[in-house]
C-alpha cells in the first residue's frame, strides 16, 4: 500500500499595512484557518493608514491574531514545517512587527523561517484554485500601495514589467473618496456609490503614457476629480457638500470606469508584448466588479481570435484569468503561507538576521 505524505503546514504572518493576519495553509492551497484583525476602524478618521498607529495595533493584535490561527487549524506547533512572514514591501514599523514574531517563533520552535515578498503573496492569492498554470502569465498587482505587471513563470520566478510612476490605484481610489467624502477605505465605498452612477458622466483622463508603456499613472485623474469638485484653480468652494447623491455617484462611476480602463489596457499591452496564454489578478483594487468583469471580456476576446498579439493572426490563442477569491484579495495570511510552500520546497529559507523593507517589487 502506497504510505501516504504528511502534508506540509506552514504558519503564515502579515502586518505589512494595516491588517494582522496570520493563517495556516497545508500544501500550499488547503486552508486551514486564516485570522485577520483590520484596523480600518482606527484609521477611517484620518481618511488614510497612520503608520505610528498601525504598528501599535500590531503590537497588540499579533499574539491573539497568531494564537486563534493555530487554534482554529487545529495544529499543534509539531505539526507546523515552516514560519513564513511578508517582510517586504509595506511600512517598516508594521512589517517590523510579523518579523519579529516569526523570527521568534522561528527561535523557539526550531523551524525553519521563509521571508515573503508581499506583492508576490498576492499572486499567489489567484493560483489558490490552479494545480496546472498555463505559462507565461502576465500578472497584474493593483494594491494601495502597488501596481505592478509581472511576466510570471512560475510562483517563484516574476520579473517586473511595469509599475507605477506616481499613486497607486487603491491610492487613488482611497485619495478621491476622501475628495468626495465617501468612508474609508476608499475601494469599496466607491465601488458601492458608482453602482448607481452613469460611468460615461465626466470624462476623466486615462493616462497611457508611451504608447508602449507597461507602466502606470493615476495622479492626473486624481487631480482631474478634485478640479472637478474644487474648480481648475482650487479658489473655487468645494462642490462637493451641495452635490446630491446621482452626482458623487456618477462621479464615482466615471472615476472607476477610467481606472479600470487602464488597468485593462495595460494588462492587454502586456499580454500582446510576451504572448501570455494567463492572466492573475490579485491585490485589493482586485476585489472590484468592474474590474475583474472588464478583464474576462478581455480574456474571452483574445480566446475567441479578436484580439491578436505576439502568435500574429492565430492571436494569444485561448486565454485562462485567474482572480483572487475576493475574500484573498485584500491582506492577508493565507496568501503569506501559500507562496511559503514553493519556497520550502526549493528549499529557500532565510535566518534570524532577517529585516524588514519598505521597498521591494
Ligand atoms: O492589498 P491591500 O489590502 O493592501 C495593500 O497591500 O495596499 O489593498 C488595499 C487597497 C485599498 O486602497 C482599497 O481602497 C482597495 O485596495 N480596495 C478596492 C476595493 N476593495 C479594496 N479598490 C477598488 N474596489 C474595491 N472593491
Ligand atoms: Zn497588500
Excluded at 69 to 87: C, F, M, S, T, W
Excluded at 242 to 249: G, K, P, R, S, V
Excluded at 326 to 332: I, L, Q, V
Excluded at 342 to 360: T, V
Aim: one cysteine or more.
Amino acid at each position: 500500500m502506497q504510505k501516504h505524505r504528511e502534508s506540509i503546514n506552514i504558519l503564515g504572518i502579515e502586518t505589512s499595512c494595516d491588517e494582522t493576519a496570520s493563517a495556516v495553509v497545508a500544501d500550499g492551497r488547503i486552508v486551514k484557518s486564516s485570522v485577520v484583525a483590520s484596523q480600518d476602524k482606527l484609521h477611517e478618521k484620518y481618511g488614510g493608514v497612520v503608520p505610528e498607529i498601525a504598528s501599535r495595533a500590531h503590537i497588540e493584535q499579533i499574539y491573539p491574531v497568531i494564537s486563534e490561527a493555530l487554534r482554529q487549524a487545529g495544529a499543534p506547533k509539531e505539526d507546523i514545517a515552516a514560519v513564513a512572514v511578508a517582510n517586504q514591501p509595506g511600512l517598516t514599523i508594521s512589517l517590523v512587527v510579523g518579523v519579529t514574531a516569526a523570527k521568534t517563533l522561528s527561535f523557539m520552535w526550531e523551524k525553519p523561517l521563509i521571508a515573503i515578498n508581499h506583492l508576490h503573496a498576492h499572486l499567489q492569492s489567484a493560483m489558490l484554485s490552479e494545480q496546472e498554470l498555463k505559462l507565461p502569465a502576465v500578472a497584474l498587482i493593483v494594491s494601495g500601495g502597488h501596481t505592478c505587471l509581472y511576466e510570471c513563470e512560475s510562483a517563484l520566478d516574476l520579473k517586473l514589467l511595469g509599475s507605477t510612476v506616481d499613486d497607486a490605484a487603491g491610492e487613488a481610489f482611497d485619495k478621491v473618496a476622501a475628495i468626495l467624502k465617501l468612508p474609508y477605505p476608499g475601494g469599496p465605498s466607491i465601488e458601492k456609490a458608482a453602482e448607481k452612477g452613469n460611468p460615461k458622466a465626466v470624462r476623466f483622463p486615462r493616462s497611457m503614457l508611451g504608447k508602449d508603456s507597461l507602466d502606470f499613472s493615476f495622479s492626473g485623474i486624481k487631480t482631474a476629480v478634485l478640479y472637478h469638485c474644487r474648480g481648475q484653480d482650487m479658489k473655487g468652494r468645494d462642490k462637493v457638500d451641495n452635490m446630491d447623491e446621482q452626482e458623487i455617484a456618477d462621479i464615482a462611476a466615471s472615476f472607476q470606469e477610467a481606472v479600470v480602463d487602464v488597468l485593462v489596457k495595460k494588462t492587454e499591452r502586456a499580454v500582446k508584448k510576451i504572448g501570455a496564454k494567463t492572466v492573475l489578478l490579485g491585490g485589493g483594487v482586485a476585489a472590484n466588479t468592474l474590474l475583474r468583469i472588464k478583464l474576462q471580456q478581455l480574456c474571452d476576446g483574445f480566446s475567441a481570435g479578436k484580439k491578436h498579439g505576439r502568435g500574429g493572426d492565430a492571436g494569444n490563442g485561448p486565454i485562462q484569468l485567474l482572480i483572487a477569491p475576493k475574500k484573498y484579495c485584500t491582506d492577508n495570511a493565507v496568501m503569506v503561507a501559500s507562496l511559503a510552500y514553493h519556497k520550502f520546497k526549493a528549499g529557500l529559507f532565510a535566518d534570524l538576521s532577517l529585516e524588514a523593507f519598505a521597498q521591494g517589487q
